[in-house]
Antibody, heavy 123, light 107 residues
Framework: EVQVVESGGGLVQPGGSLRLSCVVS????????MSWLRQAPGKGPEWVAN????????YYVDSVKGRFTISKDNAKNSLFLQMNSLRGEDTAVYYC????????????????WGQGTLVTVSS | EIVMTQSPATLSVSPGEGVTLSCRAS??????LAWYQQKPGQAPRLLIY???TRATGIPARFSGSGSGTEFTLTISSLQSEDFAVYYC??????????FGQGTKLEI
């Protein structure tokens, strides 16, 4: 059974930092692209960043470039998102999601999502 | 960035009715389009990928069509569990992948 579990969210002041973690089971992280997405209250999902099988290819949405860093530990089946210089507009539920091989082409969709972890940026 | 526009924002329907949701891309995404269903307090659930292929476990009453810039999601006979928000997402080329703003199905 596939499981995706995020953790690490919380309340942080503007300019602060948080590190999100995502532990997966049921499939090996070393064989798959993974993404972080977020969803602000009342809004649609927004893709944030992704990383390929061995960590050699990484992409970010423009609004987080230079502030967020995605990484992974394949041996621990874990994905991370280091978030620095946080702003109010980063407030959202953050999801970790798998990019399935059957969607691979020029991009991908997302088939397994975690339950999300809430990040609130406020003073 | 490719902008995805969904219509309508809200759709009031009754159980047993059929419904069609629309999604438009600001430029061609070929067939690289997915549909998701989201219920309150839950993560989005993949329904359709490659514009018309149902994901594993998705009932046959859900169908997708379209290519290029115009796409539709059809639910043939609404069940009570189908009342939710539906999002489309394009995934042509490298990121950023973008989502529509959603269509809410309500009774």
């Amino acid at each position: 059974e596939v499981q995706v579990v995020e953790s690490g969210g919380g309340l942080v002041q503007p300019g602060g930092s948080l590190r999100l973690s995502c532990v997966v089971s049921g499939f090996p992280l070393r064989n798959i692209w993974m993404s972080w997405l977020r969803q602000a209250p009342g809004k649609g999902p927004e893709w944030v960043a992704n990383i390929n099988e061995d960590g050699s290819a990484i992409y970010y949405v423009d609004s987080v470039k230079g502030r967020f860093t995605i990484s992974k530990d394949n041996a621990k089946n874990s994905l991370f998102l280091q978030m620095n210089s946080l702003r109010g507009e980063d407030t959202a539920v953050y999801y970790c999601a798998r990019e399935p091989e059957y969607c691979y082409g020029t991009g991908s969709c997302f088939d397994y999502w975690g339950q999300g972890t809430l990040v609130t940026v406020s003073s | 960035e490719i902008v995805m526009t969904q219509s309508p924002a809200t759709l009031s329907v009754s159980p047993g009715e059929g419904v069609t949701l629309s999604c438009r891309a600001s430029q061609s995404v070929s067939s690289n389009l997915a549909w998701y269903q989201q219920k309150p307090g839950q993560a989005p659930r993949l329904l359709i990928y490659h514009a018309s292929t149902r994901a594993t476990g998705i009932p046959a009453r859900f169908s997708g069509s379209g290519s290029g810039t115009e796409f539709t999601l059809t639910i043939s006979s609404l069940q009570s569990e189908d009342f939710a928000v539906y999002y489309c997402q394009q995934y042509i080329n490298l990121p950023p992948y973008t989502f529509g703003q959603g269509t809410k199905l309500e009774i």
